[in-house]
């Protein structure tokens, strides 16, 4: 099993690693451990470089990632590096994304059905379709507020069955990853975060 270390820091932009399978003509390279965060959830992959090369695209498979390069690599032990800008705009829409969606349903009862994050636009989709444009101003205004007082965003991780308190029910098993917006929002992801909502 892949040690996910985006899971610990989101903040990590560099790291080694060591190249312990390859597939797809040599250019589908396993690690036994990555920082390359995979498309799942909303959020797309990350890219980058391992080994000096151009990762472009990074696919979850359960139990290991799959990173597809532009050339091959050998079996070795490889410097990686994050596209940092790419990454942390990610990280600041998927925790925006969190932030909205906590208020949009603390305050209006609007609960999030599915998120996507995109290069031009990022979208929230809710039950009940598009609220009142008096709604959507009072909940910029909430959010807003909330990014003004820079309140922390924290990780945590606890089995699911003591797991309370969570925005949305998890139907995964075992230990969650649980992030949690200080007195607003505690929700199983798997994501990089902010540590912040400032950021």
């Not at 990555?34 to 000096?52: C, E, H, K, L, R």
């Not at 910029?140 to 069955?161: K, S």
């Not at 098993?173 to 007195?183: A, K, P, S, T, V």
Request: charged letters at 25%.
């Amino acid at each position: 099993m892949v040690e996910r270390l985006y899971y610990q820091d989101s903040y990590l932009r560099e790291f080694t690693a060591q190249v312990v399978e390859i597939g797809g003509a040599g250019t589908t390279v396993y690690l036994d451990r990555t920082a390359f965060y995979p498309t799942s959830g909303g959020q797309p992959f990350d890219t980058g470089s391992i080994g000096g090369v151009p990762v472009l695209e990074v696919i979850d498979e359960d139990e290991r990632i799959a990173h597809r390069l532009a050339s091959a690599l050998p079996l070795e032990t490889v410097s990686c590096t994050i596209d940092w800008q790419r990454r942390f705009d990610h990280m600041q829409q998927h925790s925006g994304q969190h932030l909205l969606s906590a208020v949009l349903a603390e305050r209006f009862g609007l609960h999030t059905v599915s998120f996507h994050l995109g290069q031009e636009c990022s979208t929230i989709d809710l039950e009940g379709g598009i609220p009142a444009a008096t709604t959507v101003r009072e909940v910029e205004e909430l959010a807003n507020q909330i990014v003004y007082e820079n309140r922390p965003v924290a990780v945590e991780f606890q089995e699911a069955e003591k797991a309370h308190g969570l925005r949305k029910p998890s139907q995964r098993e075992g230990m969650l990853r649980i992030i949690c917006i200080q007195d607003l929002d505690r929700s199983a992801c798997g994501g990089p975060h902010v540590r912040a909502t400032g950021e």
